[in-house]
């Protein structure tokens, strides 16, 4: 509802500005942002989503321009977490246009002899591989896909809800004895390089769990990464690795579409520039057209921890030691992504029967370790680790009849000191910097698949600046809101006392991938955001005796 223009601070009404009231505001429509609106507008409140860009998606988005007749994921493109987040499946996008498409295999990483590392859907067919290269690997891996069957919804479940994860914690540790009780923890807690060692004998076991674990920023030797390679592993042959038939961002759309359906509005190239804070409560939000938006019961922040606080919310209106912590936030380290469009499928030197979505591009664990610790050290990778898609093997619509629509992503340091290269990679970022990088990355493929060059018809190259420029939130190419390491996780994300979504301010939640548990696009950030909202509006109406705020 239009109420009437006002003068933005220090200056006169704007005449196109206007003052609205609703029940919430959600800003960022990324998909954290949207699974939070969807949630709101289903409780039957009136919810307007802001985006600042032109389109809305966030990091789940698609697009043409690499080369007439292909369709490229911008920025994410598998979506195991997606395809098994509980709250994403409720929302049954299917009846809004979203349709999954799969690789014929998971996940697969080639080997300099031309053999072949590969997760399949199945655990059977995945151990039979595994067993083949290495006897006794195959039962090692039942062993973990049997925990996996015994407690892995309740793993998922915990570590997507609010810390710490009551019910679904009880549910855990209710299995917990059927899972090998302590050791199973122990393992989950073990270092992945370590994990791998204990489990396996062949390279090609190890490196499924390594190069999964390899998808966040936590070191192989760092707590917790077995876990998180053990948690994808498991999911790829449960969920499989899907995409978006049509691109990622048919997603994002199906969402957007859900929303509006229910009476959702959304306002993309529109700007939030603050959030008035009065007596401790958020009370509007302000956008760059001078528009302020009155708020009866909540403020969804789909954007990172920095561009909140200090940022949306002044420091005058936050606790000291807030700002203190946030000082020694950590970002996760930068991203340079290259998008090829081919005229032919990649000329892999041997390739596998059946062709995987995902390639991971390494040759062993410690391949991946030293990627890693030259990144720990500031440095650029001499020989990085990459992930890579082959995106017309899981969708045929994303590249013409022949074609592949292919991109691989490395992480390089957010502060880069030394190259462990060559030497030419300065960190500037520009466009001679993210160009060798592409050529370096290039050059690893090549390795793999002789001829590769041969059969580029275009690409496109997204160093850091590029990623940020198009999303905000993916600040120095970060993917993941901040660190994943665990010093910035659960009770720790964004600062030491998180892990919920609510801050400081009364009706302001943190919904992005700042908050627990972290990136990845499974929703759960704006999920518990959405969650809590409701849960302090049930709260304030029994307090008050009344069912309006």
Request: proline fraction near 7%; charged fraction near 20%; aromatic fraction near 6%.
């Amino acid at each position: 509802m239009t109420l009437n223009s006002t003068a933005g601070p220090g200056g006169p009404a704007d005449p196109s500005a206007s003052t609205e009231a609703v029940d919430a505001v959600v800003i960022g429509a990324g998909p954290n942002g949207l699974v939070a609106a969807n949630l709101l507008v289903d409780a039957g409140w009136s919810v307007l989503l802001l985006e600042t860009q032109d389109e809305i998606g966030g990091a789940v988005h698609s697009d043409g321009s690499v080369h007439p007749g292909y369709i490229h994921d911008t920025f994410s493109s598998f979506y195991p977490l997606a395809a098994g987040s509980p709250t994403i499946r409720a929302m049954k996008l299917e009846e809004h246009g979203l349709r999954w498409s799969y690789a014929p295999a998971v996940v697969g990483t080639p080997f300099a002899d031309g053999s072949w590392g590969m997760l399949h859907r199945t655990a059977e067919e995945t151990a039979a591989g595994l067993d083949a290269r290495a006897a006794g690997d195959g039962d090692a891996w039942l062993e973990l896909c049997e925990q996996w069957d015994r407690i892995g919804d309740e793993v998922v479940g915990a570590l997507m809800s609010p810390f710490p994860p009551v019910k679904a914690g009880l549910g855990a540790l209710a299995k917990l004895h059927r899972v090998g009780g302590l050791d199973f923890v122990r393992d989950m807690l073990t270092p992945a390089r370590t994990f791998v060692d204990q489990h396996f004998r062949g390279e090609a076991a190890k490196i499924l769990i390594a190069g999964n674990a390899g998808h966040a920023d936590i070191p192989l030797d760092g707590a917790g990464s077995a876990l998180f390679g053990w948690l994808l592993c498991m999911l790829g042959q449960d969920v499989g690795f899907p995409v978006p038939e049509g691109g990622a961002g048919m997603l994002a759309h199906s969402m957007a579409r859900r929303f509006e359906a229910h009476g959702g509005r959304i306002r993309t190239g529109c700007r939030a520039t603050g959030i008035d804070v009065r007596d401790g409560v958020a009370r509007a939000v302000r956008t760059q057209h001078g528009d302020e938006i009155a708020v009866r019961r909540a403020v969804v922040a789909d954007v990172s921890a920095p561009a909140l606080y200090g940022g949306l919310v002044g420091w005058e209106h936050l606790p000291g030691r807030l700002e203190r912590r946030m000082r020694r936030f950590e970002w996760d380290p930068g991203t340079v992504k290259v998008d090829w469009a081919l005229d032919g499928p990649i000329p892999w030197a041997s390739p596998p029967a059946t062709a995987p979505g995902t390639v991971h591009v390494a040759e062993s664990a410690e391949d991946i370790m030293t990627s890693r610790t030259q990144i720990t050290a500031d440095a650029v990778p001499a020989e990085p680790f990459l992930l890579l898609g082959q995106m017309a093997a899981a969708d045929p619509s994303r590249a013409p009849a022949g074609g592949e629509a292919v991109w691989a992503y490395t992480h390089v340091p957010q502060r880069v000191r030394t190259d462990a290269g060559d030497g030419g990679i300065t960190g500037a970022w520009d466009s001679a910097d993210v160009e060798r990088m592409a050529d370096r990355m290039q050059a690893r493929i090549e390795r793999y698949a002789p001829g590769f060059a041969d059969r580029v018809v275009a690409r496109r190259v997204l160093g850091p600046r590029e990623l940020e420029t198009r999303n905000e939130n993916l600040v120095g190419g970060a993917l993941n809101g901040g660190t994943a390491q665990l010093h910035q996780q659960l009770v720790f994300r964004p600062v030491p006392g998180g892990g919920r979504a609510e801050t400081p301010v009364k009706r302001l939640y943190l919904g992005s991938a700042s908050a627990h548990p972290g990136g990845g696009v499974h929703g759960a950030c704006g999920a518990n955001a959405a969650r809590a909202a409701l849960a302090h509006e049930r709260l304030g109406r029994l307090t008050r005796g009344t069912t309006r705020p």
